[in-house]
């Protein structure tokens, strides 16, 4: 078995805050004289009995962790340490999810806050020799016409290199707010050529991943793994090509699935989708993006060349150039390419609850 933190991959799915590890958290609640609950920094705050987890356990969480984000170095700091983590886990290709609403308080609005951001992304790319790009992301929780002047924003920065908004999100509880509403702001998004990759199908069902299909047209979908509980639905995603950033970790976290074994990864493969996966919130659930894959391996029975192709998955999914992704897919044959490695980690360590 060969090392899965040196299989190049692309990382498609990691929010901004959540992307912390709990060291970070706690440095900046430190510099901020912030007190945060405690199961934010004693590690593993939704190891909790499957019924106690959820949304609201984790939205509260989150709140806490996001109150502790409050400056331009803080923010920085968030860019440049994802980028770092994500690097060391062969990640070629970042695309970060951020809501820049929160962090304009502190920096004088929402335009600097992207600015930063993009700022960032790009010292970080250069520093940590990776490609980091950003999707800016709208909120369900907030009106549409937020997600409007959110996606006009973004458009500015469009592009899809390192320090460039590649695409636009709409994030936060998925049972909140009226999807078709937020038509409008995607339509925008896309006319400017930025990737649509809203969330849907983790906490709804079948019924929600076919109303974002056909009301956001997305390119890429924020899980989606509950599209495989209805054949047509998956049948839907598979033939419009739209990939699936599913994130094991925060299905168990969020008490979705009750472990990582009945995420249907193997389901949506076999039936043809483009599957991406990632983190979502390592400072929520508890791992990183190289524990998604070796979830696949140990949960699923991926094998060496099937990690490979979900990896090639994932750089096609993403919005880098046709030149980076040659040269990433190139990386990847590389990797499979060399012979196994005798009594390698078998990644026992990895995703168990999430
Ligand atoms: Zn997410």
């Known amino acids: 078995m060969r090392d899965l933190a040196t299989l190049p991959k692309a990382h498609l799915h990691l929010h901004f805050t959540g992307s912390m590890d709990v060291p970070t958290l706690r440095d900046m609640a430190a510099r901020h004289g912030i007190r945060v609950p405690a199961a934010l920094v004693d590690d593993d705050p939704l190891r909790v009995p499957a019924d106690e987890r959820g949304w609201f356990r984790f939205q509260r969480l989150y709140d806490a962790a996001r109150a502790c984000v409050r400056s331009e170095a803080d923010m920085r700091q968030v860019v440049d340490a994802a980028a770092r983590a994500d690097a060391a886990e062969g990640s070629v290709r970042l695309e970060m999810q951020v809501d820049p609403t929160s962090y304009a308080p502190f920096v004088g609005g929402i335009t600097p806050a992207v600015e930063i951001v993009l700022d960032a992304a790009r010292e970080a790319s250069a520093a940590h020799g ?28 469009a592009g899809e290199g390192p320090g460039e908004v590649v695409g636009f999100g709409l994030s936060n509880d998925e049972r909140h707010g009226d999807t078709e509403q937020f038509a409008a702001a995607f339509r925008i998004a896309r006319r400017a050529g930025l990737a649509a990759v809203p969330h849907g199908g983790e906490l709804l069902g079948p019924a929600h991943v076919a109303t974002v299909l056909e009301s956001l047209h997305p390119d890429r979908l924020g899980h989606g793994v509950r599209a495989s509980e209805d054949p047509a639905v998956l ?20 008490g979705v699935y009750e472990d990582v074994a009945e995420v249907p990864l193997r389901a949506l493969v076999d039936a043809g989708a483009t599957v991406a996966l990632g983190a979502d919130d390592p400072l929520l659930f508890g791992s990183r993006l190289t524990a ?24 096609r999914a993403s919005r880098a150039s046709d030149a980076s992704r040659a040269s990433m897919l190139a990386r990847i044959d590389e990797w499979i390419s060399q012979p196994e490695e005798d009594g390698a980690e078998t990644g026992e360590e990895s995703v168990t609850n999430g």
């Open 130 to 157: 990776l490609e980091v790009a950003v999707v800016v992301a709208a909120s369900r929780m907030r009106h549409p016409l937020d997600a409007r002047t959110l996606a006009r924003l973004a458009a500015r920065y």
């Open 292 to 315: 998604q894959y070796e979830a696949a391996r140990t949960a699923h029975g991926f094998s060496d060349a099937e990690l490979a192709d979900l990896a090639r998955a994932s750089v």
């Open 235 to 254: 049948a839907d995603v598979v033939e419009r090509g739209v990939a699936l950033e599913v994130c094991p970790a925060s299905n168990v976290g969020l």
